[in-house]
């Protein structure tokens, strides 16, 4: 099946700094990928849809300024927490469907982040 | 909105019982339906996903889940529990009508294997 990779697994910052995290589709090429968060112990929400050559789409609620995303190619996404914050602190996991009528998606393994 | 309720955050059953997840999905139109596994410090796993046809889906790791549309549930299965299956579990959907292709997930159970 079809591999999506993020990097880096799990991160450690101090407050304030800005956090990068990829997300790549290794064996498809996919225009659109999605982000959620989960807090621990807690469900899977989508952030914001990611979108080859064009804006992201923003859930309700999620500061546009504070997780700037960029779609550069046909196989990565980049989520960058900026001037992260304690609160921030989460698991960041990004998926990329796969064909339309299958409705699949491929999710990454996840990126722990922890803010102190 | 849609949304997908698990009512069960947490269950603990004994190796070798009977398993069954609940979950139920608010929505006129036909979802697609997934349950995904997410053992600790791991990604998401896809169990099994229910588009049309059989109402009786056969997934990986002996698990099954049946489609009910009168009851708007898609519970999962498992007729002996083994040890190895501790873990989160997640319903999730997607609404086939809408563009949107993002998932849904409910909230998650966490299922103990107790020796």
């Known amino acids: 099946g079809a591999v999506v990779s993020q990097h880096p697994s799990w991160v450690i910052c101090k407050s304030g700094t800005s956090v990068k995290i990829e997300c790549r589709s290794l064996?498809?090429?996919?225009?659109?990928m999605f982000w959620y968060r989960q807090f621990p112990k807690q469900s899977l929400m989508l952030m914001a849809t990611?979108?080859?050559?064009?804006?992201?789409?923003?859930e309700q609620g999620v500061e546009k300024d504070k997780f700037l995303i960029n779609h550069a190619s046909l196989t990565l996404s980049t989520l960058t927490v900026t001037s992260a914050h304690p609160e921030d602190s989460s698991f960041y996991i990004c998926s990329a469907p796969g064909q339309v009528l299958k409705r699949e998606q491929f999710f990454g393994p996840g990126t722990r982040l922890t803010v102190l | 909105a849609q949304s997908v309720t698990q009512p069960d955050i947490h269950i603990t059953v004994s190796e070798g019982a009977s398993l069954e997840l609940r979950c139920n999905y608010s929505y006129g139109a036909t979802p697609y339906l997934f349950w995904y596994v997410q053992s600790p410090g791991q990604g998401l796993q896809l169990l099994l996903k229910y588009f049309s046809g059989d109402t009786l889906v056969q997934g990986i790791k002996g698990f099954e889940a049946e489609f009910k549309r009168s009851q708007s549930s898609f519970n999962l299965r498992k007729p002996s529990v083994h040890w190895s299956d501790a873990a989160e579990y997640f319903c999730?959907?997607?609404?086939?009508?809408?563009?949107?292709?993002?998932?849904?997930f409910g909230s998650g159970t966490r299922l103990q294997v107790q020796p």
């Open positions: 999730a959907v997607v609404i086939m009508d809408t563009g949107r292709r993002a998932l849904t």
């Open positions: 990611s979108n080859e050559g064009s804006k992201a789409t923003y």
């Open positions: 064996d498809f090429q996919a225009t659109t």
